[in-house]
Each structure stands twice: as C-alpha cells, then as structure tokens.
C-alpha cells in the first residue's frame, strides 16, 4: 500500500520538556490507521505538527510524497483535514453553517478566489447546501438550522466532524470524535469513513474506546512516551502484551 | 484479557427526516426597508428642506455604522480610525473638484480605495494586535488622521477652514441636487445593508464570524485568516468613506472638524441599539439616532444626555437590540400559533 501521509522523524520539545521523541508514521491510500495511546502520550501533538497549528522541533509530513509546510489552511487546502480533542465551533453559528465553512478549503484557495466569492456573494447564494446536507444526514446530523450554542455536545462534535469531511480532504484526522456522540452519530462516522477508505483516501482516527477504533481500523498505531510502541494489524496489536503493557498497564 | 469489539447498536438508528434546507431571511427585512425608505423619503423627506439635511445626517450614520458592521461586529476587529475613512471620502470629493480636472463622480471610488488602503496598512501594521491594545492604535491613527488634515493650513485638505466651492455632482446629464443626492443616500444605504445581509450568510461572510469565534478552527477549514481579515477591514472602510462623499456633496464644504474622532464612538454604537444580528440593525440605529437628536431639541433637553440616557438603557434592557425585540415578539406570537393549530 503506497503511502499518503508520511511523518519523518517528528520530535516536538517543549523547552526541556520532550512531549515526543521519535515519530515514523504513515498512513496509505484507503487506508484507516487509528492511533491510541494513553493522556499525555502525544497524540494530539502529532496531530497538530501534521495539521500545522504546531511547528515540529524536527521532522518532516509528506503528502503524496511532497513535504507540506506553513500554516494549517495552507495544508487544509493541500488536503489535510481534522477536528479537535476539544470542539472548536462557532457558537453563533447554525450546525449547517459550521459545516459549510470547511468549503473554504477548496472554494477559497486564493485571494482571487476570495473576492470572487466576496463579489458574488451579494447577488447569488453559490453555496452547495444540499451537498452539505446530504453529508450531515450520512453522518447523523439532523435539524441543522439550530444554533451551535445551543445543541449537545455530541452534535458539536459532529458538526466539527462534518466540517472535516465536506473539504473532501486526501488525509483526514479526526481527535476523539466519539466521546457524547450517540450510538447513531459513531454508526454515521464510521460509515462515512468507511466511504473515505473506498474512495482512497487516509484516515488517522484517535480515540480512547479501542472497541470502536479497532473496529474500523486497518492498523492500529501505540504511542507511548513520545514514540511509536508498537504498530501493526489490528488484531496482532491487541494480541500483543506490549500493547496490553504499555497501553493498559496490563501485562 | 480479552478485547470484546462492539459495533454500535444499530437497531434504533432511524433514517433521518430530509432536511428543509436553508431559507432565506434576507429578502423580507429588505422589502420592508425598502417600502420605508421610499415612505421616508416622499412622505417625509421632501416636505422640508431641513427633513433633508436630517436624512443626509442618517445617509451618512447609515453607511458608517455598516462599514463597522463587517469588522467589528462579524469579525470581531475593533477598528475605531472610522473618522478617517470618512474623511477619505469627504475630502476626495472637495479635492478632486477644486484642485484636479478628474470627473466628480470618480471621488466615490477614489475615496473608497483611499480609505480600504489606508484599512489594509492599518490592519497589516496591527496584525499581532488584539483587544485593547489594537483599539487604542487604531484611535491613535484616527486621531492623528484628524490632525493632519486640520492642521496642513492652505495646502491639501484646507486646513481647519475646509474646502469649499464643491460643485453639484452632474452624472450623465442629471445634476445632483439635494433631493436627488438624498435618494441617492438612502438608495446606497439600502444597497449596502442588503448586500451585507447577503455577505453575512455566505462563504466569504461565514469564514468571517468563524474566524472570530476561532481562529485555529478556520484555519483548518482552510480559510485564509489573514486576507480575510483585510478584505474585512478594507470592505469596511470603503463602505465607511460613502458617508463622506455623500456629505461632502450634500454640502458643499467640508470642514476638519466633522471628521474628529469622536464621530466614531458615536458610531460605534449605532448596530448595538438596532441590533447586531443583522447589517440593518446599523440602519435602525441611527435611525433612533436622529430621531432621538431631534426628540431631544423639542425637549429642549441636552441632546446628548438624551441620547446617552436612552441608548444605555437600550443596551442594558434589549441587549439584542430592537430587532431583537421584534425576533422575540415574532417567536413568541409563532409558538402561540402553533399552540392554537394544536388544539
């Protein structure tokens, strides 16, 4: 399997404080890799070096090959996606609308690009609304024109996921997209990320339930104390006692 | 141990009821203020002179407070040079007509493109700014922009005397007298909150309010944060220089003092009485404006105090505005519809 994402050797120092040491990772085309680790191993780090909005100590993310740089909506264009540990959504925003902004990546791709939606913008509405609730019904998203402050945490989490999938992204990384999300949002996730395999794209997926990543994943990934433990097939990895050693603290 | 996978239960999943899509609410807010606009005018504006002077007053608080609109207000930018913008406009109609053989009507885009590029240079020189610190350089710009045009004597801007002798602007073959130029006014005024009504709820206008809310989150949307930031302000201050022009033409003379800083506090707070949920909220605010400054001279009561009494205890009491009134009448008298369908 020919790889999509590549991470090079990453390492991330916080002043004397090494949050990780060594990290090779890839993720091939329509491939799922979910990446597990216990707080504070460094997932949400890789993560972030991989979408930008942290700058790596070392190391080097490829896509297709080509090293990606600068600001994270420079690699969201270049088509890398993700959502966050921790929801970040507007509030005042409907669930639709939070969704829809993620069309940025491929409607705004540069200043001319801007000002051609600026001056369209105030005669015709060019916006793919049904494309965007099409995708929000496939993962669970109903009654979009309720404002994002006011829904659970859940649909938050979804809205964010959903703003993820409508860039139509190469690579996408989702951080703990299951935790408050009901049993039909994780079924619509995992269905649309099942349709990304299929159509050849990666997937990082994060979470602590390793019933639901393992479920999906084509291979599992273990970080601990800043580096890969073990990574392989799902089933050898929850076979293995350095999985169970240094995951579970169960050996 | 043993890792049991459990797949989701899936015998309660429901197919979801297909979505009504997306409606749009910009079209009623903009027939009703249309037909005000045209009973304003006919009915009220030309039956005096002085009704025009008032109206060219709310024309141009109108567009100031709409050019604060998108910044401020969607994205959050705290950008208080607006007396500059206005004066970029105002003072590109008196020196294209006295000084330069240009068409008159050109100082309109003139004035607009000074004042988006005296915004972009502002917004590129503040961009690590936020808060407090950004709204204090930005009223230093506003206020050295003030004295520079009030203190350059007999050259450029005229000094503290102004310019005068601006001509009626003539365009293709119909001269702008008052009424014309009124019309004029609140025909911009409308174009201006509609179209930014229609900005707010597209694309470009969501990246905007994302970006506000977090900017790590519109970054991975791919928005470009920064360019979005300065179409914002630059957008803003070109909607801001109409007021200028329009004034300036109205008048005839502009003087340096129009154009201190003050005029932007007063701005500033026009969207917050009408409303920040929509640009016409700006529109209702300095209507209450005027109507308030003209309320307060029937009074015989100082105007300000007035003014200053009746906008705090708006904002303390209606803090969605006096839209947000009107929303909240609108929602009560639809569930009790709906109430009464049900019985």
Sequence with gaps: ?251 | MTITVTPARTDRMEVPPRSRGRRDTTLLPAVFFLVAFVALYFGWALAESYHLDIAMTFTMFSLLALGMYTPLFLGGQIDLAYNAYLAAGAYAVAIIANRTDIPLVLAIPIGAAVAATMALVLGLVTSHLTGFHLALVTLLAGTAAYRWISSTGAGLTGGASGIGGIPRLDLLGIEFGREQLVAAGLIAVWLVAFALSRFRRSLPGLAVRLNRASTPAAEVSGIPTTSIRLVSLAMGAAIGSLGGVFVALMNQFILADSYAPEIVFLALFLPLLGGISTPWGAVIGAGLLCFLNEASAFIEGPGPLVFGGASLAILILLPGGLIGVVALGWSAARSRMRKEDKL
């Design chain 1, 1 to 251: 399997m020919s790889a999509l994402l590549r991470c090079a050797d990453i390492g991330k120092n916080y002043g004397g404080v090494t949050a990780l040491k060594r990290i090779d990772l890839t993720v091939g085309v329509g491939e799922i890799v979910g990446l597990v680790g216990a707080n504070g191993a460094g997932k949400s780090t890789l993560i972030d070096i991989i979408s930008g909005n942290t700058e790596p100590s070392r190391g080097a993310v490829m896509l297709r090959d080509r090293e990606v740089k600068g600001r994270p909506a420079r690699r969201a264009r270049a088509g890398i996606s993700r959502t966050f540990q921790h929801p970040q959504i507007s509030e005042v925003l409907t669930l639709r609308e939070n969704v829809a902004c993620g069309l940025a990546s491929t409607r705004m791709r540069s200043p001319l690009h801007v000002l051609r939606e600026l001056a369209l913008s105030a005669l015709i509405d060019t916006t793919p609304w049904a494309e965007v609730d099409r995708l929000c019904e496939s993962i669970g998203l109903t009654d979009l024109d309720r404002v994002a402050g006011t829904v659970s945490f859940g649909d938050l989490r979804l809205a964010e996921v959903g703003r993820a999938l409508v860039q139509q992204p190469d690579v996408v990384m989702l951080d703990e997209p299951f935790p408050g999300v009901d049993d039909e949002g994780v079924m619509g996730v995992l269905a649309a990320l099942r349709t990304l395999r299929g159509q050849g794209k990666g997937v990082l997926l994060v979470d602590h339930n390793v019933d639901i990543v393992a479920s999906i994943a084509d291979r599992l990934v273990l970080i601990a104390d800043g580096e890969v433990a073990i990574e392989g097939p799902v089933d050898e990895c929850l076979a293995s006692s350095v999985f169970r050693e240094r995951y579970i603290g169960v050996a």
